[in-house]
């Protein structure tokens, strides 16, 4: 018999550092999504500028319990990218 494991995903900030722009945040205020919402935990928390871990303060994102959950951010523009920083919980 076969496991099955169910995630949450849960993001507190995502920054992506583009090369283009030396140590910029190219993915604050843009548009996100992600596979289902925790309210009031929504796509747009994980990359609305407050770095506060703090999930009790309202600003992380948060799927519901699922298989496969996902996050993402329209960067709205090509860049390279240098790193990607998740703070989690």
């Known amino acids: 018999m076969l496991a099955t494991a169910m995630f949450t995903l849960v993001v507190y900030n995502l ?5 283009t722009f030396g140590l910029y945040n190219a993915a604050r205020f843009k548009s ?3 596979s289902t919402s ?3 935990f929504y796509a747009s928390l994980a990359v609305d500028g407050d770095y506060d871990p703090d999930g009790t303060h309202g600003h992380c994102q948060h799927t519901l319990q699922e298989l496969k959950p ?3 951010v329209d960067l709205r523009g090509q860049f ?3 790193q990607i920083r998740i703070t989690n919980r």
């Open 15 to 19: 920054m992506v550092t583009a090369a």
């Open 32 to 34: 996100a999504t992600q």
């Open 38 to 40: 925790w309210p009031p």
């Open 80 to 82: 390279v990218v240098e």
């Open 70 to 72: 996902w996050w993402m």
